[in-house]
T-cell receptor, first 116, second 112 residues
Framework: GAVVSQHPSRVICKSGTSVKIECRSLDFQATTMFWYRQFPKQSLMLMATSNEGSKATYEQGVEKDKFLINHASLTLSTLTVTSAHPEDSSFYIC????????????FGNGTRLTVT | ELKVEQNPLFLSMQEGKNYTIYCNYSTTSDRLYWYRQDPGKSLESLFV?????AVKQEGRLMASLDTKARLSTLHITAAVHDLSATYFCAVDMYQGAQKLVFGQGTRLTINP
């Protein structure tokens, strides 16, 4: 089945530094990938839609300059958390959908970000 | 704005019992998904429901969709401990682009 690989699975960084998270579709091409954020014991909140070869579409309230998204190829999207602060600590999950109509979203394993 | 609401949010039940999780959504959509999440893990796709009246079953779980009522149910039959997890429903919507909106999740605990 379709596999989405996310890396790293866990990262700890200091305040003010930047962290890059990679999301790869391993056995299919994904023109669109989605980045979600999940706080402990809460639901998933869509941050942005990553479009291959064009700018990402951000949800209301998500700072595009803080969460930089690049979708340079049909199998890779990256999320960079710039100048991270402790409040950015969260579980970030990427997902991708195969091109077949009505296929479900396949999720990466998530990245646990802790900013100290 | 699409809202997806699950009920209940927390459910503790005994092994062997049956129960149902409900998922209501606020605008028209005919694509609904159920996912399972174990603690510290990502989401696992359980069911894809694509039309009114769709019913799918996998083991002790059965999901259904009523698009007219904007309601989906996830029914658990003769629960076992391994089914303890958080279950999310999610609805496809198109708002400039296609995206998935999640319910709050139902944390299910099954006690021996």
């Amino acid at each position: 089945g379709a596999v989405v690989s996310q890396h790293p699975s866990r990262v700890i960084c200091k305040s003010g530094t930047s962290v890059k998270i990679e999301c790869r579709s391993l056995d299919f091409q994904a023109t669109t990938m989605f980045w979600y954020r999940q706080f402990p014991k809460q639901s998933l909140m869509l941050m942005a839609t990553s479009n291959e070869g064009s700018k990402a579409t951000y949800e209301q309230g998500v700072e595009k300059d803080k969460f930089l998204i690049n979708h340079a190829s049909l199998t890779l999207s990256t999320l960079t958390v710039t100048s991270a602060h402790p409040e950015d600590s969260s579980f970030y999950i990427c997902s991708a959908r195969m091109t077949e109509f009505n296929s479900p979203l396949h999720f990466g394993n998530g990245t646990r970000l802790t900013v100290t | 704005e699409l809202k997806v609401e699950q009920n209940p949010l927390f459910l503790s039940m005994q092994e062997g019992k049956n129960y149902t999780i409900y998922c209501n959504y606020s605008t028209t959509s005919d694509r609904l998904y159920w996912y399972r999440q174990d603690p510290g893990k990502s989401l696992e796709s359980l069911f894809v429901l694509l039309s009114n009246g769709a019913v799918k079953q996998e083991g002790r779980l059965m999901a259904s969709l009523d698009t007219k009522a904007r309601l989906s149910t996830l029914h658990i039959t003769a629960a076992v401990h391994d089914l303890s997890a958080t279950y999310f429903c999610a609805v496809d919507m198109y708002q400039g682009a296609q995206k998935l909106v999640f319910g709050q999740g139902t944390r299910l605990t099954i006690n021996p």
